[in-house]
C-alpha cells in the first residue's frame, strides 16, 4: 500500500500560510513553491541508495558515498513547472520528463496532450511532481503513462492534497509512496482544493 508523507517541519508551514494567501502576487508565489518543493526534497529523497565511493580529502583518503539509482524528475504540465526547478538544482544529474495533462473543467477527468520522457527511465527513481492532488485523477493518468514507458520506481510529491486525491492514487498505485506538504480537508462542487490555494497553474503563471 503507499505510503502518505505529510512532511511537518516549521519553514513549510509558514510559507505555506504566505503561498495560500490570496494577497499574494506571482513572483512571491513563485519563490515561496519552490522554497517548499526544495525543503520537501529533503525527504522524498531520504531513501535514494548509496554505493561507496573512496575519496581523497587533502589530508587522507576516506569512505563516502555517491548515489546509485539516478533520478527522473517527472513534471505535470503545467503546474508541475512551478515545482521541477527547486528539484534540479539539489539533484543537478537528474533528467526531467514531461507528462501534459489538463483537468477537462466539466467531467474533471484528464487529458493527455504531450509524454516525453528520459529513455532509460526503468533505471531511474522517478519524482512525479504536481502541486496539487485534488480528485487525484491527473496524478494517476501521469503514473500509468510513466509506468507503461518502463518505469518502475515512482514516488509522487505534491505541495497540497486532500484524502479523496490520496485513496485515488494509493488504490491505482499502492506501489507509488506520496510525499505531500499539507493535507487539507476536502474538495468543492467544482473539484478545488478547500481551503488550498486556488488554481495552482493560474497563480503561478498569472493567467488568473
Ligand atoms: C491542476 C493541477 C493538477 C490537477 C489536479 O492542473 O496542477 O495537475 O489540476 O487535479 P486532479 O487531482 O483533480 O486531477 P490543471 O488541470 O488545472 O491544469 P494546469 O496545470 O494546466 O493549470
Ligand atoms: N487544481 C488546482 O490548481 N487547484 C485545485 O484546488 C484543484 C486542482
Do not use: W
Amino acid at each position: 500500500m503507499s505510503k502518505l508523507t505529510v512532511i511537518s517541519h516549521p519553514l513549510i508551514a509558514h510559507k505555506i500560510t504566505m503561498l495560500r494567501d490570496e494577497k499574494t502576487p506571482v513572483k512571491e508565489f513563485r519563490e515561496l513553491i519552490n522554497e517548499i518543493a526544495l525543503l520537501m526534497t529533503y525527504e522524498v529523497t531520504k531513501e535514494l541508495p548509496l554505493k561507496p565511493q573512496k575519496v581523497k580529502t587533502p589530508l587522507a583518503e576516506t569512505e563516502g558515498a555517491f548515489i546509485e539509482r539516478q533520478v527522473a524528475l517527472v513534471p505535470i504540465l503545467r503546474a508541475g513547472l512551478g515545482i521541477v526547478d527547486a528539484l534540479m538544482k539539489i539533484i543537478p544529474a537528474s533528467k526531467v520528463g514531461h507528462v501534459g495533462l489538463y483537468r477537462d473543467p466539466e467531467t474533471l477527468k484528464p487529458v493527455e496532450y504531450y509524454c516525453k520522457l528520459p529513455t532509460d527511465i526503468e533505471q531511474r527513481q522517478v519524482i512525479v511532481l504536481d502541486p496539487m492532488l485534488a480528485t487525484g485523477g491527473s496524478a494517476a493518468a501521469a503514473i500509468d503513462f510513466i509506468k507503461q514507458r518502463g518505469a518502475n520506481k515512482i514516488k509522487l510529491m505534491c505541495v497540497l492534497g486532500v484524502p479523496e486525491g490520496v485513496k485515488t492514487v494509493a488504490e491505482a498505485h499502492p506501489d507509488v509512496d506520496i510525499y505531500l506538504a499539507a493535507l487539507d480537508e476536502k474538495l468543492n462542487d467544482h473539484g478545488y482544493i478547500v481551503p488550498g490555494l486556488g488554481d495552482a497553474g493560474d497563480r503561478l503563471f498569472g493567467t488568473l
